[in-house]
């Protein structure tokens, strides 16, 4: 198994992983109880000691969908009397997630901030233990609330585990426990639960379950949605612009596929968005984009064709010197810097391997 900091420095590749963590398409949906009788939000709830904390962990760099589980389920606890904290480790960058921050009041606070103690109750969010971007903050984890595929066999026993992998967002999950308990949404969690589920659906158009529509029927007319139509929709900033330009100057587009090297760096939120405004082109049906990062090359995919599977042609390009994952429509990898490769070559092998595969 290829260890990331044997030669990437752990942000770095933190960074990478988050995006190997999307939602995913269609698998089936369970609520996954294990090694224990807890079978509802309101036991697991009843279940935490009052006398201490509650930290909710969302993954390493979160995105919208888990800043607003967590702040879903922190409402919900302290309903019930119990004081929960926000935590999440990495870094927070776009524009778009610091104002959902400041705007819905997400008080989300940097694990470096903060020291766990062992017997501390966790919760975490949107994620799942033993992921690559899911910090061990060394606390006793209670809960688990996650929609992304995941091994439930080889993690230790945990309390709560509430897994829906065919739902669009884990905002979803959380919107059906305040069913579960009768509890009115406020109009932020709402306006939260929308910009998750809009976002991990890339706006309802892949893995979108009845549970989605359901929590659009619950939220839209409560939510803010001004706001949603202004700042979650307009996720592009005006820094970004130069990635654009340059991105329009070397865009290689052949037979469905988009390529394009951006040797000046770019971080990856920004990457996937790149990547998303070239598969808005009609003839790009699949993406991909190398990006030159400390310590070698990162990879963002992008893949809207069925049979194009984002994360095997990554796979399948870069390994076994790099290392790739993610699902059908959304993959991404590393590459360590190496004497004999260059950018270039990745796109040869990318086209061959349409040529030959694919088409
Ligand atoms: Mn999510």
């Not at 870094?91 to 400041?102: A, E, H, N, Q, S």
Request: proline share 4%.
């Amino acid at each position: 198994m290829l260890q990331g900091r044997d030669y990437l420095s752990p942000g770095f590749l933190n960074s990478l992983v988050a995006i190997f963590f999307h939602p995913s398409y269609h698998v089936l949906y369970d609520l996954y109880l294990k090694d224990s009788g807890m079978s509802s939000f309101t036991e697991f709830a009843d279940s935490l000691d009052r006398g201490s904390e509650v930290y909710i962990q969302t993954h390493d760099f979160p995105d919208h969908d888990a800043l607003a589980s967590a702040l879903g389920v922190k409402y919900l606890l302290e309903q019930r009397g119990l004081a929960c904290r926000i935590v999440y480790s990495g870094t927070i960058i776009r524009g778009d997630l610091k104002d959902f921050i400041r705007i819905i009041g997400i008080p989300a606070e940097n694990s470096d901030s903060l020291t766990l103690r062992k017997d501390d109750q966790l919760i975490i969010v949107d994620g799942f233990l033993g992921n690559r971007n899911v910090r061990d903050l060394g606390a006793s984890v209670k809960g688990i609330i996650d929609h992304h595929p995941q091994d439930v066999d080889s993690i230790p026993p945990v309390g709560f585990i509430d897994l829906r992998t065919d739902y669009g967002s884990c905002s979803t999950i959380i919107a059906s426990y305040f069913q579960e308990t009768d509890t009115p949404i406020p109009k932020s969690i709402a306006t939260a639960f929308l910009a998750g589920l809009y976002i991990d659906t890339s706006f309802l158009t892949r893995g979108v379950s009845s549970q989605d529509i359901e929590l659009i029927n619950l939220c839209y007319f409560i939510s803010d949605r001004e706001y949603l139509n202004i700042h979650v929709r307009n996720k592009i900033q005006s820094s970004d612009l130069p990635y654009f330009r340059y991105l329009l100057k070397h865009l290689t587009i052949a037979d469905l596929c988009g390529f394009c090297y951006l040797p000046q760096g770019c971080e990856q939120n920004l990457m996937g968005i790149l990547a998303d405004f070239c598969l808005s082109i009609q003839e790009v049906r699949f993406v991909l984009m190398i990006s030159r990062n400390n310590g070698g090359y990162s990879i963002s995919a992008r893949s809207e064709k069925a049979g194009w599977d984002a994360a095997e042609i990554v796979k399948a390009l870069i390994e076994p010197e790099g290392f790739g994952g993610g699902h059908a429509h959304m993959a991404g990898g590393v590459i360590k810097d190496r004497p004999d490769f260059h950018p270039n070559d990745l796109k040869n092998r990318l086209y061959a391997y349409i040529r030959e595969h694919l088409v």
